[in-house]
């Protein structure tokens, strides 16, 4: 049974760019959840996903938005980059069984926005 | 408007002794509690949850209180390792719709050898 994992590790962009980050669940989760932890804080939901559709949304503009793939990967798209979402950006998978299942998180991809 | 507060940003403590950790929240329906652990470079890691139906739950060293009239919790680790330096989060949510984590600022503990 592998872990969550995600890529890339450390990305820097500018702001206005857009970014993609990837996030790999572990096998047979069916649920993944992305948080946005900026420095000094705990993290904050963004948005989860279940059997590939959006279930739920946090306090974050639509240009954060997510897609969910059959095989348990996951995306994070963010557009219009703007210098506070410089911040570590974790998901987890869970397995939904109608209860609050543990969430496990991967390490997190740090971005830098300039 | 922060749900979910640990208000002690760091706390150090001497090994073998006894940990304490608080955490507050503020909203009544959150019904299911959880602490997770942060090192450098890594994702937090599940230590122990409780539901708003007990007051208590263990798992070896870690004992997490739930106190719902004063909407307190508190995780106590006995005995206190090295190992155990971290950042500790709480977490709160609800057993019904997204699951979605409400989670505190953090507590840094350093044990000290």
């Known amino acids: 049974e592998t872990g969550v994992t995600q890529s890339p590790t450390h990305l820097i962009k500018t702001r206005g760019q857009q970014v993609t980050l990837r996030c790999s669940s572990q096998?047979?989760?069916?649920?993944v959840s992305w948080y946005q932890q900026a420095l000094g804080q705990g993290p904050q939901f963004i948005f989860q996903?279940?059997?590939?559709?959006?279930?739920g949304r946090g306090n974050f503009p639509p240009r954060f938005s997510g897609l969910q793939f059959p095989n348990y990967s996951s995306e994070l798209n963010v557009n219009a980059l703007e210098l506070d979402d410089s911040a570590l950006y974790l998901c987890?998978?869970?397995?939904?069984?109608?209860?609050?299942?543990?969430?496990?998180f991967g390490p997190g991809t740090r971005l830098t926005v300039l | 408007d922060q749900q979910v507060k640990q208000n002690s940003p760091s706390l150090s403590v001497q090994e073998g002794r006894i940990s304490i950790l608080n955490c507050d929240y503020t909203?009544?329906?959150?019904?299911?509690f959880l602490w997770y652990k942060k090192y450098p470079a890594e994702g937090p890691t599940f230590l122990i949850s409780?539901?708003?139906?007990?007051d208590k739950n263990e798992d070896g060293r870690f004992t997490v209180f739930l106190n719902k009239s004063a909407k307190h919790l508190s995780l106590h680790i006995v005995p206190s390792q090295p190992g155990d330096s971290a950042v500790y989060f709480c977490?709160?949510?609800?057993?019904?719709?997204?699951?979605?984590?409400?989670f505190g600022t953090g507590t840094r503990l350093k044990v000290l050898a």
């Open positions: 987890a998978s869970s397995l939904e069984l109608g209860g609050p299942d543990t969430q496990y």
């Open positions: 096998s047979g989760h069916n649920t």
């Open positions: 996903y279940y059997r590939e559709e959006e279930n």
């Open positions: 909203n009544s329906m959150f019904d299911y």
């Open positions: 409780i539901s708003s139906i007990k």
């Open positions: 977490a709160a949510t609800l057993t019904s719709g997204t699951y979605k984590y409400i």
